[in-house]
């Protein structure tokens, strides 16, 4: 939701919440490395794709091409 508002800030804050309720789920760590990228913090998106790579997440290859493309 807030992601496509562009809400960056409200959109990080919240899947930081659902990182830290679920900090297996994969899906919230690569919601918050997109809100990341899009608000141009590629370290901490890196952060996000490292975590998908080490469980072997299919959304590893996907964060990284949105990485590459901004």
Do not use: W
């Not at 496509?4 to 990182?19: G, L, P, R, T």
């Not at 918050?32 to 608000?39: P, R, W």
């Not at 998908?52 to 990284?64: I, T, W, Y």
């Amino acid at each position: 939701m807030y992601l496509k508002k562009q809400d960056y800030d409200k959109a990080i804050e919240s899947f930081k919440k659902v990182v830290e309720l679920n900090p297996l789920y994969p899906k919230g760590h690569y919601n918050l490395g997109l809100a990341y990228v899009y608000k141009g913090e590629k370290e901490k998106a890196e952060r996000e794709l490292k975590f998908l790579q080490s469980v072997g997440s299919s959304l590893a290859d996907a964060l990284e091409k949105k990485m590459e493309g901004e």
